[in-house]
């Protein structure tokens, strides 16, 4: 991933800011890793369980030692009082158990570094176990949700959902190892500009892992390239 983006075109750090570090905590290093290479976007699992925040993508890989607040929440702290958070600019937190549970655990985390996030102009997108779209106006402006594709958001909450994802197997089966099918390619196309027209940006999830299907998926206008595999 990181050699399409440096390697295909002389703007390079640039396209690093649409690169998004999908379960980045099953890296050896979660957060520093991707954060270091420059990527715009890193992806957290998180589970509410016993009045803390874990991090993991199964629930029996769930370890006390692995926070939301030591993994993910201290780092970002840390870069954004630096002034150094580079291509960084987005922390999506995909919540694995119920919005009841998890949103509170969340603002009362997060809430101590609001003015830092504001300043910053950081994102922090709530994904997962999200709670209502009618709901969300009760929430502070320093964070935002994930959008769907089958969700309606009126007009006076867009400011709430400035991103929206979608499971690429939604339009169709692709490998990525052959050229995409023009339907296929035309599928896409058209979401893209929908959601672009919305007012949001567009992340898939359970694309392919390969040069082809990155450069496809830039071509197409994603804004945000997952991937699990960072170098």
Not at 55 to 75: C, G, M, W
Not at 121 to 141: E, L, M
Not at 147 to 171: C, I, W
Request: net charge negative; with cysteine.
């Amino acid at each position: 991933f990181l050699l399409l983006m440096i390697s295909t075109t002389c703007w390079g750090q640039d396209l690093l800011t649409k690169a998004h570090a999908h379960n980045d905590y099953e890296h050896e290093r979660p957060f520093y890793e991707a954060f270091s290479l420059g990527f715009g976007s890193i992806e957290v699992d998180v589970y509410a369980i016993n009045g803390q925040l874990l991090v993991a993508h199964d629930i029996k890989d769930i370890k006390a030692s692995r926070t939301f607040q030591n993994l993910y929440l201290e780092p970002l702290v840390k870069v954004l009082e630096s002034g150094k958070a580079g291509n960084y600019h987005q922390l999506l937190i995909d919540s694995k158990t119920s919005a009841d549970s998890t949103m509170p655990l969340l603002l009362k985390a997060i809430e101590p570094f609001k003015d830092l996030i504001l300043k910053n102009k950081f994102r922090i997108v709530i994904s997962g176990n999200r709670p209502a779209v009618s709901d969300y106006v009760k929430f502070p402006n320093w964070i935002t949700f994930d959008g769907r594709s089958n969700e309606e958001v009126p007009a006076f909450l867009a400011s709430h959902v400035v991103l929206e994802s979608e499971a690429f197997y939604k339009f169709g089966f692709w490998n990525g190892s052959s050229p995409m099918t023009p339907a296929l390619r035309d599928k896409l196309k058209v979401y893209v500009d929908k959601v672009h027209a919305s007012g949001r940006l567009v992340r898939l999830w359970a694309t392919p892992e390969s040069i082809l299907a990155y450069q496809a998926l830039l071509d197409l206008g994603v804004d945000y390239i997952g991937t699990d595999q960072l170098g």
